[in-house]
């Protein structure tokens, strides 16, 4: 499949594997905020199992400030034009305009939009023939954990997301397959709320939908086990378990060497 100049066979699972190119990660508060960190890590990433590397140049951690488009393209170009476009896919995490269309530019192969996309991006999309993360949430980084409505039914609401952006992607003529849906676990949701979008993954790959899991060391797993980002790799693998048994494919994780140990085994499990 041709993603942007490349063409890519992908193998199930996918494994997005997570480079923070910023000072201020929940997970790893800046370990790889060079150059010489960030490729040593994503090629330890590559080597243990991702086969999509996801960069991120502006933190969207809870309480987190938003910086500029100008300064998350200056982080950026610090590291974009040094990787291996031909051996890995690149996905780019931001949801500003200018930023995507600069990472496209560059060579990145998908966007990761925390915004769920866009009609400027959709646009881009079909120009560089590239792919999309379109994750849901509800509120901005800086206050989502602090609007949170219980009563809300985010399954349904997650639906609603899915379905308004089906209809302009289709009338676009952009391939679904390379478009995944991110439910956005803990970007403005309960406990409960994270869980029952969890349970409620096998709908989407029933319909041939492609679901991006991202729950990875987030803080839902702090909530059922008190624990640091650091310590959340137990919580995070059963969310993985949980989710390849209802057909999800592909995980956006920061311990992929340990994810892809799981996977093996319980496809040896499994036979």
């Known amino acids: 499949m041709k993603f942007n100049k490349n ?18 990660s929940f997970s790893d508060g800046g370990k790889t905020f060079s ?19 996801d960069i991120g140049a502006e933190s969207t951690r809870p309480n987190s400030m938003p910086i500029t488009y100008n300064e998350e393209i200056n982080r950026l170009s610090k590291i974009l034009p040094y990787l291996d476009y031909k051996k890995y896919l690149v996905s780019v995490d931001s949801y500003k305009i200018e930023t995507q269309e600069y990472a496209l530019k560059k060579g990145a192969h998908i966007i ?22 379109l994750m849901h949430k509800r509120g901005t980084p800086k206050d989502m954990q602090k609007k949170l409505n219980p009563k809300t039914n985010m399954v349904k609401e997650f639906d609603k997301f899915i379905q308004k952006r089906l209809k302009i992607l289709n009338k676009m003529k952009i391939n679904l397959k390379k478009v995944w849906f991110d439910p956005g676990v803990g970007f403005g949701k309960t406990l409960e709320q994270n869980l029952q979008l969890m349970r409620s993954l096998r709908k989407y790959s029933d319909i041939n939908l492609r679901v991006l899991l991202g729950s990875s060391r987030k803080s839902w797993i702090n909530s059922i086990d008190p624990s640091n980002a650091d310590q959340r790799i137990g919580g995070s693998l059963a969310s993985v378990g949980h989710a390849l048994q209802q057909n999800v494919d592909t995980f956006r994780i920061h311990d992929v060497k340990e994810t892809n140990q799981m996977i093996k085994v319980l496809k040896a499990l499994n036979k």
């Open 112 to 133: 990761n939009d925390i915004n769920g996309g866009s009609n400027e991006l959709y646009e881009l999309t079909k120009k560089y023939n590239s792919g999309l993360f």
């Open 35 to 53: 150059r010489s960190s960030a490729l040593k890590y994503i090629n330890l990433m590559v080597k243990d199992g991702a086969q999509v590397i």
């Open 7 to 24: 063409i890519f066979t992908l193998k199930k699972p996918l494994l997005v594997g997570i480079c923070n190119f910023t000072p201020d």
